[in-house]
């Protein structure tokens, strides 16, 4: 199978055309760096993206206070992610780069707050 896949590695944005078999890159073509052979691999054999979701508060200044991973998790747990997200709420005083959920479905990474709110 071919596919195409726009590296996002840096502003060019190469169209990279990318040979796929049983999920695993066999060649990649019209990258103008390593960088995009790095790219186009991680993209179809583990996909990974910073998830940004909002958390509930209680009597917080904020209804919802913005979140995200500190690091790329799974494509494949950002669902499984989000429902545990959405079973969390914060009832004190927040700070930006507070950890809201610590090592998230056990992936290794934190979620934390991208803004601050207090009671
Ligand atoms: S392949 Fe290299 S030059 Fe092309 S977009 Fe990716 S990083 Fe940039």
Known sequence: MKRRITCIECPKGCSLSVDIENC???KIDRNECP???K???SEVENPVRVLTATV????????MIPVKTDSPIPKGRISDAMKEIRKTEIAGDVNIGDIIIEDLLGLGVNLIATRGAKR
Do not use: M, P
């Not at 509930?56 to 209804?63: E, K, Q, V």
């Open 56 to 63: 509930l508060t209680r009597g917080l200044s904020l209804n």
């Open 35 to 37: 960088k995009g052979e």
């Open 24 to 26: 695993r890159v066999v």
């Open 39 to 41: 790219y186009a691999i």
